[in-house]
Nanobody, 116 residues
Framework: QVQLVESGGGLAQPGGSLRLSCTTSGRRFNVNAMGWDRQAPGKEREPVATAFIATGGTRYADSVKDRFIISRDGATNTMTLEMNSLKPEDTAVYYC?????????WGRGTQVTVSS
């Protein structure tokens, strides 16, 4: 099993920034990708950002491109999501995940609220 714990959520003003962290622990598997999804009230969960381990590439939702940055630290098994120029529509519960060849593991989520 792999355990994931998110932190860093909270309240931010429009135009502000937040940094989310995801710490992983547990058994080591061959990880193909790590990333973040989010779910806003009354909406479907949507992908936000993905980091592909083999290629080092990243992928972002169009709605967050040029504002959010995903990164990972292999030494500390931590993944971060730097969120800048936040908008009210970024309000959601953010979930980090790890995808292996056989399974996807999720954290429990952290609330991000963007409001003045």
């Amino acid at each position: 099993q792999v355990q994931l714990v998110e932190s860093g959520g909270g309240l931010a003003q429009p135009g502000g920034s937040l940094r989310l962290s995801c710490t992983t622990s547990g058994r080591r598997f061959n990880v193909n990708a790590m990333g973040w999804d989010r779910q806003a009230p009354g909406k479907e969960r949507e992908p936000v950002a993905t980091a592909f381990i083999a290629t080092g590439g990243t992928r972002y939702a169009d709605s967050v491109k040029d504002r959010f940055i995903i990164s990972r630290d292999g030494a500390t098994n931590t993944m971060t999501l730097e969120m800048n120029s936040l908008k009210p529509e970024d309000t959601a519960v953010y979930y980090c995940y790890v995808a292996t060849s056989g399974s996807v593991y999720w954290g429990r989520g952290t609330q991000v609220t963007v409001s003045s």
